[in-house]
Nanobody
Framework: QVQLVESGGGLVQPGGSLRLSCAAS????????MGWYRQAPGKQRELVAS???????NYADSVKGRFTISRDNTKKTVYLQMNSLKPEDTAVYYC???????????????WGQGTQVTVSS
């Protein structure tokens, strides 16, 4: 069984910062790509940022220059540093990881439970 547990969401004023964390646990053989998605009310879930096992990153145009994704492989954790937050960043943020387990070595997608980020004055 694999679990992804997110933390770090909350309420912040426009222009503020938050740091999200997502830790993986369980019978993990290997973690491949990791990423953050978000879903605002009435909208589809969208990719915010992703990072490969070799630390290559990819960002949505809307967050480039403001958000930074990173990972600590020893802690099986991915982070999302969010700066200069805007009201339109308000959404539930979900962690995603492609993980191979002891039973199924081939990468399978796993999701966290989501953490609310609200940007408002």
């Amino acid at each position: 069984q694999v679990q992804l547990v997110e933390s770090g969401g909350g309420l912040v004023q426009p222009g503020g910062s938050l740091r999200l964390s997502c830790a993986a646990s369980g019978s993990i053989f290997s973690i491949y790509a990791m990423g953050w998605y978000r879903q605002a009310p009435g909208k589809q879930r969208e990719l915010v940022a992703s990072i490969t096992s070799s630390a290559s990153t990819n960002y949505a145009d809307s967050v480039k220059g403001r958000f930074t994704i990173s990972r600590d492989n020893t802690k099986k954790t991915v982070y999302l540093q969010m700066n200069s937050l805007k009201p339109e960043d308000t959404a539930v943020y979900y962690c995603n990881a492609q993980i191979g387990t002891m039973i199924q070595v081939r990468a399978q997608p796993y999701w966290g439970q989501g953490t609310q980020v609200t940007v408002s004055s």
